[in-house]
Nanobody
Framework: QVQLVESGGGLVQPGGSLRLSCSASGFTLDTFAMGWLRQAAGKEREGVAC????????YYADSVEGRVTISRDDAKKMGYLQMDSLEAEDSAVYYC???????????????????WGQGTQVTVST
């Protein structure tokens, strides 16, 4: 079955850290660029970070630049999002997703993603 499954979300205090994981199955992960996107309550889904299929290109949303690191381990079919210095504004459901294009780059535009996980909730609060 072709799917993505996120894990690692939870409740964290402001300034804290979380590492989200994304497990891919049913397809060859290293063929595709991957991304992490999020949707806060009452807001539209937005791109957070992306990584190209060859690990050479990453992009980050301005709102998380310097606080977030995206990575992947194709041998394990896993993607990761390390989030540090978390802020209340980072609270959202986080999704990993697969880019449908076969390009040696990546994009944080939601329009390029066609396979999504079920999401994992991140809540930053005291």
């Amino acid at each position: 079955q072709v799917q993505l499954v996120e894990s690692g979300g939870g409740l964290v205090q402001p300034g804290g850290s979380l590492r989200l994981s994304c497990s891919a199955s049913g397809f060859t992960l290293d063929t595709f660029a991957m991304g992490w996107l999020r949707q806060a309550a009452g807001k539209e889904r937005e791109g957070v970070a992306c990584i190209s299929n060859n690990n050479r290109v990453t992009y980050y949303a301005d709102s998380v630049e310097g606080r977030v690191t995206i990575s992947r381990d194709d041998a394990k079919k896993m993607g990761y999002l390390q989030m540090d210095s978390l802020e209340a504004e980072d609270s959202a459901v986080y999704y990993c997703a697969r880019d449908f294009r076969f390009v040696e780059s990546c994009s944080i535009s939601t329009s390029v993603y066609e396979l999504w996980g079920q999401g994992t909730q991140v809540t930053v609060s005291t």
